[in-house]
């Protein structure tokens, strides 16, 4: 694999974690205990705005915050706007209500045959392992239950799902979701995977996470044997933003792929962070370079608290039409929006069709390409 000229974040730790040594910083473990939760920790790390401050007393207390020493050492202390400090410290923003949002948005809850187990589409089942994760994000479209203790997936849970796909035949297709699956520990990873494994009618099995960005220490040597053993494994990251990827981040994507697990990335587009072509482009450049696909660009679900976050659906298409003729096919993702109570994705493509005029041979369309040239193209007669 490519050696990366990133920095690691432990070259730029913050100064309560000088003395950490490398070792420290590279246990997930170590990340795990030292996750910044409240005000108090960021001292000496930056400076809390008013408004972050002001969040803390209510939005910390619906939405927990926590941020690993490696993602917190992502920040640009200086810029109270940075894309990372802003996808992990919460703003008053998100405490304000808009009466169309959703506390489900994508309508889970209703489509589970049993609990935490959402068989929407036909063939493919969610199955909810985990409510922890690494780091909070604010933009969480799940945040009515992650955090939540109330909302731990059992054991006995875990089971039940697995047997209810075990007697689905018409599932294909599971994915092991959250909170994020690899806050379990690999023996319990091993388990669920093991177990997967024995079901016949299973095609394929994804498991989506975004530990490679917020503690990419998790991909140790054991948990690739693991996953390596059950493969393979459909793995979907969620990087955002070309901050996130720095060299821990590459080494843990490179480890997924030499553990056989096919890689692709679910970008989340956010108001502020990644909202332009240009960062978007510089994003998909890099996860290609180290043999992430980009897969889907997520237009904001409709979820309580997030509202902020969410663009025009214009943003995106005009991204999607920047990309398009600008980088190759395979650094495309698809651009889509969930909808709202369970209707499922729906990918949205800019209109590139300009006007159409009949010809004695079928239909003339004109349509324009990404340069806003204009080409005359036959449609054959039905
Ligand atoms: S990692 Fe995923 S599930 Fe966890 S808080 Fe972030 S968006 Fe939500």
Known sequence: ???????????????????ATREQWASWHWQHQHRLRKPSDFEGILELTDDERAAFVGGAQRFRVALTPHYAALIDPRNPDCPIRRQALPRTEELRQFPFELHDPLAEETHMPVPGLTHRYPDRALLYVSHHC???????????????????????????????????????????????????????????????????????????????????????????????????????????????????????????????????????????????????????????????????????????????????????????????GNIGGVGVPDFVVDLPGGGGKVELVPDYVVGRERSEFGEVIRFRNFQGEEYAFVDVSE
């Open 1 to 19: 694999m490519m050696a990366s000229h990133l920095p690691s974040s432990y070259s730029t730790r913050p100064e309560p974690f000088v003395d």
């Open 134 to 324: 690494p780091v909070y994000c604010r933009h969480c479209t799940r945040k009515r239950k992650v955090s939540n203790p109330s909302t731990a997936a059992s054991k006995g849970q875990i089971e039940a799902g697995i047997r209810y796909i075990a007697k689905t035949p018409q599932v294909r297709d599971v994915i092991l979701s959250g909170g994020d699956p690899l806050t379990l520990s690999d023996e319990r990873i091993d388990e669920i995977l093991a177990s997967l494994r024995t079901i016949s009618h299973l095609d394929v099995i994804r498991l989506g996470t975004r530990n490679p960005v917020t503690l990419p220490q998790r991909i140790t040597d054991g948990l690739c044997d693991v996953l390596q053993r059950h493969g393979p494994i459909y793995v979907n990251t969620h990087f955002n933003h070309p901050a996130e990827f720095c060299a821990d981040a590459v080494q843990a994507v490179e480890k997924l792929i030499d553990a056989g697990c096919v890689l692709g990335n679910q970008m989340v587009l956010l108001r502020g962070i990644n909202d332009d072509p240009q960062t978007v482009m510089t994003l998909n450049r890099r996860l290609l370079r180290h043999g992430c696909r980009p897969y889907y660009m997520l237009q904001c679900d409709m979820a309580q608290g997030i509202t902020h976050f969410r663009t025009p659906l214009k943003v995106g298409l005009e991204i999607m039409d920047h990309l398009r």
